[in-house]
C-alpha cells in the first residue's frame, strides 16, 4: 500500500489518520451535493519536507475559504517518491486528483491536466542557493557576474526540472545521480556546485549536504529565474479545479497566503541573508504563456545585481 495522509476537515476539526484511502471521487458539478465529502487525492512526493508542509497548508487554506460553497472535504496525501516517468503519470495511472509543480515542468507537456496559472509561493523556488565545498568560498565570493558561474559545474540530478533551464542560459550543467548521492559526488569534485530554492535550502543541508563533511551554504551569490510553483489538476476532477481556483483567489484577496508565507519562510529569509546578497538573473523559456512575463514579488528587496 503507498504510504499515505488522510486530513478528515469540518467546520471544527482536523482528523489526520494514516493508511486510508477512499474510493469517492468526486468529478463533476452536475453529481455533486454540498452534504457530500470532498475527498481530495494529493500527491506530494520528490520534494522536501518544507515544501510538503507549505504547500499543504496552502491547501487547507484554500478549502477551508471555500467551505460554504463547496462543502466539507478530506485530503488522502501520497508522499511517495516516483521516477520521472511515475510522476508524469499522476492523473492517468495513479488516479492523483492534484499536486502543486512548477509552471511548464517538462514531464506533463504532453500530458491532460488542468493548471491554475496563479503562483503560491512569490516564486521563492526561483531563488537559487548555491551548497559548495567549505575551501570554493572565496571562489564563488569573487564571481562578479554570471559569466563566472557558467565557468563553474553546476550537480543536478537526472530529471531535475531545471537542468534544461541552466543549459539554455548557457552553465555547465552535470546532470546525473539522484538526490542521496548529491553530496557525495559534490564533496569529490564531479562537479563545483549544486542549487536549492531558498524556501528549502537550511532543510536541505541540515537533513542531507551535513552528513557529508566538508561542504556549506554559500554567503554571497543567489540565481534567480521565474520558477513560480502552482497547481495542477486532475483533467477529470473540474469540481475540484474550479473550487481551488476560487479559493485561491479568495486568499490572496484576505491576505491569508501571505500569512501562509510569512509563517513559513520570514525566518529563513532572515537567517540566509536574503536581500545582502549578488543576484545573477537568468531567462526561464519554459514559462507557460499565462506566466511569461512573471516576476517575483521578492526581486524587489534586493540591492543586489
Known sequence: MKPSILILATSLILTVACNFKSETQISTIENYKITDTMTIDLWSGNRT?????????????????????FGIWKIVETTKDYTEIEESNIFDEFKHDLTVTVAGNVKFENREKIVIHKPIMKGLLGFRVLIINEEDQTTFSEASNARNLKNLRHGIPLTWADAELFRSNGFSVVEEGD???????????K???????????????????AKTSGLKIEDNIIIYYPFPLLFYINPNNKLLAERVKRGLEIISENGTLNLIFEKHYSEILSS?????????ELENPKLPTELKDFKSDLLPLYNGH
Open 49 to 69: 519536507t518544507s515544501r510538503q508542509t507549505y504547500e499543504r497548508d496552502v491547501l487547507f487554506a484554500i478549502l477551508t475559504a471555500t467551505r460554504e460553497e
Open 191 to 209: 562537479f563545483d556546485y549544486t542549487a536549492f530554492g531558498a524556501n528549502e535550502v537550511n532543510d536541505v543541508f541540515q537533513e542531507r549536504a
Open 272 to 280: 540566509i541573508n536574503f536581500t545582502s546578497r549578488v543576484v545573477f
Open 179 to 189: 538526490f542521496d548521492g548529491l553530496f557525495d559526488d559534490l564533496k569529490s569534485r
